[in-house]
């Protein structure tokens, strides 16, 4: 949706997955995540671990808050912050949002890409909050969503600069290998992305938006990998798996250093503090190889140019910027599907919310042998 005519907002929601910010919210918020699914509390305690390494404190709402603090610097309109998971919920914020008088808001949700969990979850997150207004007999708000922005310019321009921070502390050579990293969901769920017209659009978008950070850096050389799979081990999942893959490197060609890009994450959360700043890393240092992984780039300036651009895309009628064949979608209004079969989640809620691993937010997601190397 965006027609390039000027519209008027009277706010902005940033609506994320949400997280614990204590050791007495970790089990609470899992069962949040959880419910319905009858995963056993001592289940979820193993799963709790992982947050309870880092003080019971998911690092994904700070993220979120250092991304509106960012955004309060360049926009004139008020910025709410809700979660579906946890405080502050989603549900709440509209709640405040409707008594303050907002009648019209831009949604920013955080995610670059489509997909079940990285799209069309947010879209049922809209509804849901629709439904809860007029439950409590609350004022309507309209909620238009902003699009995926995965080939935007800005998008590949920070992931570039952050990406070539650690290639210039690299040692290269043949024994180097540079990674992209993103979340890996069922394949079933990557075939479904994007809908008839456009399948696999989760993993399309991974790659292109890989593809053009490798060509602005003039890398010829570099391969995408998966990470954070989680659910029935005979669900099939996009692979290779990152701590696989680096471990094939390593026996099977003496690689002794990996530059990690990860670019389906657009902050440090949970994926990235623990599945590759914890988990890789211990594999690698048992290795003797050497990891650099780039930062995210939610924390940057350009970023938070990138979001001004697409609220501007609707509120100035600007046209959209992206690069590459990919062309924009995800641009929604009150929670309606781009198409009735996009995104569509074939496989049970379970291995959409990740429990039997980890939680942490949403893809950041293909078929063939990704194994192989991808050439710029």
């Not at 955004?71 to 405040?96: C, M, Q, S, V």
């Not at 048992?286 to 697409?310: K, N, P, Q, S, Y």
């Not at 062309?327 to 990740?354: F, W, Y």
Request: hydrophobic share 35%; with cysteine; net charge negative.
């Amino acid at each position: 949706m965006n027609d390039s005519a000027p519209q008027q907002y009277d706010a902005l929601l940033v609506l994320s997955f949400g997280g614990p910010e204590g050791q007495d919210e970790v089990i609470p918020f899992l069962e949040n995540v959880t419910r319905g699914r009858g995963i056993p509390k001592d289940r979820l305690e193993v799963v709790g671990q992982h947050y309870r390494h880092f003080g019971g404190v998911s690092p994904l709402n700070d993220c979120n808050r250092e991304i509106i603090a960012h955004l309060e610097e360049k926009i004139d309109l008020p910025i709410y912050f809700g979660n579906r998971n946890w405080h502050p919920f989603a549900t709440e914020t509209a709640e405040k949002m409707a008594a303050d008088g907002v009648r019209r808001t831009l949604v920013f949700a955080t995610s670059a890409w489509g997909g079940y969990s990285a799209c069309r979850q947010y879209d049922e997150d809209i509804r849901n909050i629709i439904q809860y207004l007029q439950d409590k007999n609350l004022p309507g708000i309209e909620f238009t969503k902003l699009r995926h922005f995965h080939n935007h310019p800005l998008f590949i321009e920070a992931f570039a600069e952050a990406l070539q921070e650690k290639l210039d502390i690299a040692e290269g050579g043949p024994n180097s290998r540079v990674l992209f990293t993103a979340h890996s969901i069922p394949t079933a769920a990557d075939a479904h992305a994007g809908g008839d017209e456009r399948p696999y659009l989760y993993s399309r978008q991974v790659f292109e938006s890989s593809k053009l950070i490798a060509q602005k850096l003039g890398i010829e050389s570099y391969e995408n990998v998966w990470q954070s799979r989680s659910g029935n081990p005979r669900t099939p999942w996009l692979e290779p798996d990152v701590v696989d893959r680096v471990t094939e490197l390593h026996e099977e060609e003496g690689v002794t250093e990996v530059v990690v890009c990860p670019v389906g994450f657009i902050s440090d959360h949970m994926e990235v503090v623990w599945d590759l700043d914890t988990e890789l890393q211990q594999a690698c240092d048992e290795m003797g190889v050497r990891m650099l992984r780039a930062d995210t780039i939610g924390h940057m300036d350009i970023f938070t140019d990138l979001v001004v651009d697409l609220i501007n895309e609707l509120v100035k009628g600007e046209e959209p910027k992206f690069i590459g064949e990919l062309e924009p979608a995800g641009c929604t209004i009150n929670g309606q599907l781009c198409a009735a079969d996009c995104c569509e989640n074939p496989l049970p809620k379970m291995v959409h919310n990740r429990a039997p691993q980890h939680l942490g937010a949403h893809p950041g997601g293909g078929h063939g042998n990704m194994a192989q190397r991808k050439q710029a």
